[in-house]
């Protein structure tokens, strides 16, 4: 019997989403104006903990609006993690702000923390904290500095809905949170991102900045006050949000199940290096699980991919180090910076499929061929 090709997610749709997108098209409630968004809204910054929830067309746009909702004069300085997707960088450029690159650790793939501190001058006005791939930054010692400097700090938690640090959901420690429900993460909208606030003023500002900051008078709707964008959710996408929501305690225990069978069959290889299975402070999510290859290794990253793809075997390689972007490159931007540790896994990682539509009998498959490779 042919093998089946095993792409890197295969997302899991429940009855509840059906159920509710069904009940958005009966009633033609189909555009952002629906009552489902709001729904939506209201209860996933519930889960996080937050007071306000603004809803929008994917992650990138919730950073972008996160940013711009903040006031910063131009040039001021934002910390990003050097290793994380480039919508990061892109969202602090669009507003015409400097980013300035912190580099990862090689325990846990997140930004460094003393690294973040060290990096902080009287130009620092923001910090963005992303999560990567299932492990939350070390929050605690970067906070206390931030509220001390009065440093605004902005939480991406696209990768790690769900997640807790030191038992406390990630996503609610920033001033704004952002999330993104695209197909690969815990829940997914198809496309579609979350801000989550308490702050009254950048819940405002972000739902005036989603929608082109229309005019609130009914006779002057078409007078426009600020630069803006058209990045809306669709009723239809929220609807399916409400129901992925209703199953998210299942989806993380079956995400660290995915996480656990892998772990546990690769972790005392010599030739890899994994992250973290768990710290003092988090158990990791495993929104995707990565591999990373050690340098004395004799097959390169890319040909383990190749070989992993003709046993039919989805892969992807992990971000690129900003500092080593093209369109960056060509900005000018970051000459001759050297982010060793987050050039280093751009260079050696990759992750294998996790989605949770995966099943065991597949992850035994990847996991004795990788094994079978890597000797």
């Not at 605690?140 to 605004?152: D, E, F, G, V, W």
């Not at 500002?205 to 900051?213: A, E, I, M, T």
């Not at 050297?338 to 280093?344: D, G, L, Q, R, W």
Request: charged fraction near 25%; glycine fraction near 6%; aromatic fraction near 10%.
């Amino acid at each position: 019997m042919k093998k089946k090709f095993i792409p890197v997610n295969v997302p899991k749709i429940f009855k509840n989403e059906k159920k509710f997108v069904t009940q958005a098209l009966k009633t033609n409630w189909i555009s952002s104006e629906g009552p489902f968004v709001r729904k939506f809204e209201k209860e996933f910054s519930d889960f996080n903990k937050k007071r306000y929830g603004v809803a929008v067309s994917n992650g990138t746009a919730a950073l972008e609006i996160a940013i711009k909702c903040l006031g910063l004069k131009k040039g001021s300085e934002v910390l990003i993690p050097a290793f994380s997707i480039i919508s990061t960088t892109n969202a602090v450029i669009k507003n015409n702000l400097k980013p300035v690159l912190v580099d990862c650790d090689l325990d846990t793939w997140n930004m460094n923390v003393n690294e973040t501190i060290k990096k902080i001058s009287k130009k620092t006005k923001a910090i963005i904290i992303t999560h990567i791939y299932g492990l939350p930054v070390d929050l605690n010692k970067i906070l206390k500095i931030a509220r001390k400097k009065k440093i605004i700090i902005i939480e991406d938690t696209a990768e790690v809905i769900g997640l807790k640090y030191n038992n406390k959901i990630c996503g609610s420690f920033g001033d704004i949170s952002t999330f993104s429900f695209y197909a690969n993460k815990h829940i997914t909208t198809g496309e579609g991102g979350m801000i989550c606030t308490n702050v009254k003023r950048y819940f405002e500002r972000s739902k005036s900045f989603r929608n082109l900051s229309f005019s609130k008078s009914y006779f002057d709707r078409f007078n426009h006050s600020e630069i803006s964008w058209n990045y809306r959710m669709s009723n239809l996408q929220a609807a399916m949000g409400c129901g992925q929501l209703k199953n998210i305690k299942w989806i993380i225990k079956r995400k660290r199940e995915i996480g656990n069978l892998y772990y546990k069959s690769l972790k005392n290889n010599k030739n890899i290096i994994l992250q973290k299975n768990s710290t003092k402070y988090a158990q990791n999510i495993y929104w995707v699980f990565g591999v990373l290859l050690k340098n004395n290794i004799a097959i390169s990253k890319k040909e383990m991919m190749k070989k992993l793809l003709r046993k039919k075997i989805g892969t992807r390689p992990f971000f690129l180090s900003m500092n080593k972007q093209k369109i960056y490159k060509k900005l000018g931007l970051f000459k001759n910076i050297k982010m060793p540790n987050s050039e280093y896994l751009s260079k050696n990682g990759f992750y294998l499929p996790s989605g949770i539509g995966i099943k065991n009998q597949e992850i035994n498959y990847i996991i004795k061929n990788l094994l079978k490779i890597l000797s």
